[in-house]
Structures are given as structure tokens and as C-alpha cells.
């Protein structure tokens, strides 16, 4: 059941036929609480959902610097209804620098935060009057893996921007080739390796909800570890932007988000996109301002379906694919 929260009656340009920051529980099917958070037209008018999925983390989906995120008011290209669903163990407003809690290292995994924003669309399907049926995605690092498979699992969703998340390597060969034993910082690589495969078989074959490795749980990393998009994304017909920065090596390896691209080619998939950003690190904190706006408003206004030109985007490497897709929705 849906309830009005406060409002940030700070914020001058927020509509006032918009309810902003309701907030709804649904149950998951082993019972866990799922909150949410929406906004949404007061009065039925018939809008498409953009549904935002942060990364890894126990910070909250309504901390300082996510809660305004595409937030829709004046000034904002067309309309759309925005929802965020909340962590497992997480309070709305948790920020960065929390210890996270023992209800988090127990529940969060990939495959919950899938199921979970599968399980609150299906919920809103039945009680949402002023939803049109369309889903948008934007998504980000962790979000971008959980991202992919809602695009692949849900035909409702007709845009998606995929950031940040890699997805041509598994984090295995992450931790093999770019972190852990990368070949030219290695002395003994194939030792390194055998380590890391020892630590990988005990995460599998116990991946415990109490017992952490590189800072989470067993059972997060067990749903990561192995997570590999581009055969699932092979047959994808939904229009998708991926989006990853040239510099991001410590997060996640831009050497994964090309290997994805080039899979996609090699299975010709013509449904995506692919902005690879000039001196961008994981994220476009560290861009000049000017093109950290440009960045968000154009991922916006590619989910929109706006034409976007290159002269509204920060500068792209020589790895972006660019391609014009058909208005509407899905390609055919």
C-alpha cells in the first residue's frame, strides 16, 4: 500500500499535480520486505515509470546525492513517473560511511535486486492508475548488471541505459586480468591465479551470508562473480545505451565494456548503443562540470527518445558506436 511522505517543498521547480517520494512496501516471495520509493502523477494522467538502479553499497536510495536524481519537475523533458526500490537492510537515507548491516550482507545479491524490482513492477501493474505500461532503466555499476537482466527478462521495458557495469567479463576475469593478478604486475601469476581460484571455489561452494571476502559477503560475491551479459544480451531486441568511461580500471575495466561491444557486433545485435566517455573514471565525478550535465541530460534524453548529437555529449573515444534507433521503443 502506497503512503505520502514529506515532500521537499525546497525544491521550487517540483510540479504540484506530482506526488513525490511515496512510499510502498511489497512483500518478496521468501517474505522479505521491499520498500519503495515513487513519484508520480496526482491525477491519472497516463506517464511511463523510469526506474533508477544505483550500484553496490549499503547507502540508501534517498541519501543526499541520489534523492534529486532525475527527479521530474519544470524545466525537465516531457513526463514520466520515477521509482526507486530500496536495498535489503538499508534505511532510505543511509549515506556512505555506514557500517552496513548483518539484514544487508545476508540478502544482498544480484539476483535479489532482479527479482526484487521485478516483484515491485509487477505489484505497481495492479495498482498503478496513472502508469502507461512503459518501463525505462537507468542504471549504474552493480545497478547496470541488474539492469541488464530486467531488460532481458521483462518485455515491458522499452529503453535502457546501461552504465558502467562491464558485462563482456565475468568479475572473476576482473580480479584474474586487471586486479588481482593483472599479467604485467605479476611475478607469479599462475600462483596468483590458483589463490584466487581457491578463494572463488569457497565462495561457491559456501557462499555464507555471515562469512565476508573483499569486504561483503560470500553470498554477495557469489552472485558476481560469475555474471557474464553478452549471451543474454546477444538476443536482446530493446533499444540500450551502455555507458562506461575510457579511464575506469579499479571498478570496472573498460577492457569488459569493449569486449561486450564486440560480442554484440559479432552476434549482430544493432539494438545498442555505445557511448565510451573521454577521460571518464567510474563515474563523471571527475569531469568538468559542463560535461557532467551534458552526460546526464543526454542519457535522459536518449531514454526520452531525443536525438541526441555529438555535440551535446561529453567527448567519446573512437570505441563508441553510435546508431540512430527507431522512435517508439523497441527496434524491430
Not at 552472485?223 to 553478452?230: A, N, Q, V
Request: net charge negative; charged share 25%; glycine share 8%.
Amino acid at each position: 500500500m502506497l503512503m505520502l511522505s514529506a515532500q521537499d517543498d525546497a525544491a521550487a521547480n517540483l510540479y504540484d499535480d506530482f506526488i513525490y517520494e511515496a512510499r510502498g512496501t511489497v512483500a518478496a516471495i521468501d517474505e522479505r520486505p521491499i520498500q519503495f520509493y515513487l513519484d508520480h502523477p496526482a491525477d491519472g494522467e497516463k506517464v511511463p515509470l523510469l526506474v533508477l538502479i544505483d550500484g553496490s553499497g549499503c547507502v540508501g536510495q534517498l541519501r543526499p546525492r541520489n534523492r534529486t536524481d532525475y527527479r521530474r519537475g519544470r524545466g525537465m523533458p516531457a513526463r514520466y513517473a520515477r521509482l526507486m526500490v530500496e536495498k535489503p537492510g538499508v534505511e532510505p537515507e543511509d549515506d556512505w560511511g555506514q557500517p552496513c548491516t548483518e539484514e544487508f550482507h545476508a540478502n544482498y545479491s544480484i539476483t535479489n535486486r532482479v527479482t526484487d524490482h521485478l516483484c515491485v513492477l509487477q505489484h505497481l501493474r495492479g495498482q498503478a492508475d496513472w502508469w502507461n505500461g512503459d518501463v525505462l532503466i537507468w542504471s549504474w555499476s552493480d545497478g547496470g548488471d541488474i539492469g541488464s537482466q530486467i531488460v532481458v527478462y521483462d518485455p515491458t521495458v522499452t529503453r535502457a541505459v546501461l552504465g558502467a557495469m562491464g558485462g563482456g567479463y565475468t568479475m572473476a576475469e576482473h580480479f584474474e586480468n586487471f586486479w588481482a593478478c593483472p599479467p604485467q604486475d605479476t611475478d607469479d601469476r599462475d600462483a596468483c591465479i590458483e589463490d584466487l581460484a581457491k578463494d572463488f571455489k569457497t565462495i561457491h561452494d559456501n557462499p555464507s551470508r555471515i562469512e565476508h571476502w573483499n569486504g561483503e559477503s560470500r553470498f554477495t560475491w557469489d552472485s558476481r562473480l560469475k555474471s557474464r551479459l553478452s549471451a543474454p544480451l546477444a538476443d536482446n531486441r530493446t533499444p540500450i545505451l551502455i555507458v562506461h568511461g575510457e579511464l575506469d580500471q579499479p571498478n570496472t575495466p573498460v577492457e569488459s565494456a569493449r569486449k561486450l561491444v564486440d560480442d554484440l557486433k559479432a552476434a549482430g545485435n544493432e539494438a545498442f548503443t555505445y557511448w565510451e566517455v573521454a577521460g571518464m573514471e567510474h563515474g563523471w565525478g571527475n569531469l568538468a562540470k559542463p560535461d557532467q550535465a551534458k552526460l546526464r541530460l543526454s542519457m535522459l534524453g536518449w531514454l526520452l527518445g531525443q536525438d541526441i548529437g555529438l555535440d551535446e555529449l561529453p567527448p567519446l573515444t573512437d570505441h563508441s558506436v553510435i546508431r540512430a534507433l527507431p522512435d517508439g521503443g523497441k527496434s524491430d
